[in-house]
């Protein structure tokens, strides 16, 4: 935790149940909360959170009621479209995540229709297999792309999955790959065997607006 102009913020992971939350807000009696919901809400619901004043970050659904930022999906989508585009391209891809997630499927939506609108070829791969198969099916779409091919993949995590595949396929990035992700992780980008470009959405700001939603 640590101090923010006159509030104490407290941080709670997603890894307590609904019993030791009832606990930790009987314990801090907080002012209100703001919830990082782009994975779900986990056990941080209305029903468990009750009357507790709640903004909701990147939400999966939006309920009646429910105070929430989100992420503009379609722009992170249109930028790393923007850096991919080649003369020399050609073809384009989305790949999405292990699992599925709606901002991942709200980028991928975005990104091939655009390109599509745009006349220029674009597919995604498609995860039809169990989990335990992702990255075998991953390697043989990789493997079969038309290339040179501009690929966005839904968040950093995704990417450098694609990037230990090619090094593996001996597919050459950036030469037969340019590859963007998303999230800007430079934890992931810069400690990749081969150095992530990342579309970086305005984190800060949406913070920001949380916290001045919440103190309104």
Known sequence: HYFAGDFRIQMIGNNIDA???????AFWRPAGAIVSAASGYGVFTRRNLKQLPTVYLD???????????????????RIAATELLSPGMKHYAFVGSQKHFWWSAERSKAFISGMRASNLPC?????????????KELALWLRKLPKPCGIFADNDV????????????????????????????????????????SVCPDYENAAMLCAKLLEE
């Open 19 to 25: 019993v030791q939350l009832r606990k930790v807000i």
């Open 59 to 77: 939400p999966p659904t939006i309920s009646a009621g429910s105070f929430n930022v989100g992420q503009d999906n379609e722009m992170d989508a």
């Open 123 to 135: 597919s995604a791969f498609e995860r039809k297999l169990p989990e335990g198969d992702y990255l």
């Open 158 to 197: 995704t990417a450098l999955k694609v990037v230990e595949i090619c090094a593996a396929l001996n597919i050459a990035i950036p030469e037969e790959i340019k590859l963007v992700g998303c999230d800007n992780n430079t934890d992931i980008c810069e400690k990749s065997p081969i150095p992530i470009s």
